[in-house]
């Protein structure tokens, strides 16, 4: 439970602000909550690390982080 509130809780709560932060700017076009993407997305990485299933290269999480966030292109995000 410490490892949980002192480690994990303290980087999931940091980890959830920025992905808040970019869907309120417009930077992910992702539905739902933040606190949902944040789960979806580490709870992709920790299975495959705890489970020791797929591999998990540069390829494969930035599709990762595209299909759970839908990244929005810079200059859409900015509106220019």
């Given amino acids: ?3 949980r509130d002192r480690y994990l809780g303290l980087r999931r709560e940091a980890a959830i602000r ?3 932060r970019g869907l309120a ?3 992910f ?3 739902g ?4 993407r944040h789960d979806e997305l580490y709870g992709a ?5 705890f489970f020791q299933v797929g591999r ?7 599709r990762l982080v595209a299909d759970v966030l839908e990244p929005v292109p810079v ?5 220019r």
């Fill in 1 to 3: 439970r410490a490892l």
């Fill in 18 to 20: 920025i992905i808040r």
């Fill in 25 to 27: 700017e417009g930077a």
């Fill in 29 to 31: 076009a992702a539905a």
């Fill in 33 to 36: 909550t933040a606190e949902d």
């Fill in 45 to 49: 990485i920790f299975y495959r690390f």
């Fill in 56 to 62: 998990l290269d540069e390829a494969a999480a930035l």
């Fill in 75 to 79: 200059e859409a995000a900015s509106g």
